[in-house]
Each structure stands twice: as C-alpha cells, then as structure tokens.
C-alpha cells in the first residue's frame, strides 16, 4: 500500500466525518452555500495532502483549522458579505432565535428573529464572527479556538465576550 492509499484511508477517518461542520463554518464565513463548497473542497484537498505527512490529534478543530484558512484567503479575494448572505442557521439547525410554533405568529416571530441575528452576525468584525461561531456553532474549546485563528487563549476569550457584548446590544437595539 503506498503513502497515497494509507492518507486516503486516513482522511476518509479523521477527515470526513467532519465535513458538515467544515461546511456549515465556509458558509457562515463565506455567507452562501456555492462558496462554501469550493471552500470545502479547497481545505479537503489541502486537508488529503497534509495527512500524508501529519499526524491528527483533534480531527474536528484540524478540519475546521483548514477550512477556516481556505476561507480567509477565499474572503481576501472578494467584496464582505451582505446580513442576507450570512446564511440560514435556523434551517442549519443552529443559533436558533425560536423554535418555529404550529401557528404562523410564532413562526413569524423566529423568521423575523432569525433575520435580525443573521444581520448582527453579519455586522461582526470577522475575528469576532468566526470566533463565535466556532464556539457557539461548531463546539470548539478556547484552546482549539487558540490554535485554529492562531490569537491566545486570552484573546479567544476577548473576542467572544466581544462578540456576545455586540450581538446582545445589536438584538437589543431591534426589539
């Protein structure tokens, strides 16, 4: 078996399995789905080459470490997004404002919230966005934080009492 066929077998185990999440951050970074998946596909790529020479202790905050980086450099090379193009995280299933009611009122309310929290995230600073959303979204620990945006732990800290502190005060301000 050659060292190509071993990091093939290697990605499909620690790689894959994290795809979603690899997605679901190019797309809150990116803010649509057709850039997140040449994102996705970029950082698999890289991801696939790196395994032939690295060993992976924390496959997830790794994959999400690469997409991140993929998506900068993507983001570098065009305009930032509009609050419209941050994404659907109700229908992803995260950073639900409300769980959508049977009657339309309800789901009213949450679409409009909803909107309102895609627009505060939107207007986050990208260190503080992909913090949060690495965090609150994605479950990574302040030190996997750390290593993926490449800040101390301090300022992974910073950053999201930052960003809480925004969104709060930008969601306050709509209501």
């Known amino acids: 078996m050659t060292a190509s066929d071993l990091a093939r077998r290697r990605f499909a185990a620690v790689a894959l399995p994290h795809l979603d999440a690899a997605y679901s951050l190019a797309k809150s970074l990116a ?4 850039d997140a ?4 596909q970029e950082a698999c790529l890289r991801a696939l080459a790196a395994l032939e020479t690295q060993q992976v202790e924390k496959p997830r905050a790794w994959m999400l470490t690469i997409t991140r980086n993929v998506a900068l450099t993507f983001l570098s090379r065009r305009a930032p997004p509009s609050p419209a193009d941050i994404g659907d995280l109700e229908r992803d299933g995260r950073l639900s404002a409300a769980e959508p009611g049977p009657d339309a009122e309800t789901r009213l309310i949450a679409a409009d919230e909803g909107a309102a929290l895609r627009g505060a995230l939107a207007e986050l600073p990208l260190a503080l966005r992909e913090t949060l959303l690495m965090r609150a979204v994605h479950g990574l ?3 996997d934080i750390a290593v993926a945006t490449a800040a101390p732990v301090g300022t992974v800290m910073s950053r999201l009492a930052r960003a809480r502190a925004a969104l709060a005060q930008a969601l306050g301000a709509k209501k």
């Open 31 to 34: 803010g649509n789905g057709a």
């Open 37 to 40: 998946e040449d994102i996705v």
């Open 141 to 143: 620990s302040y030190r």
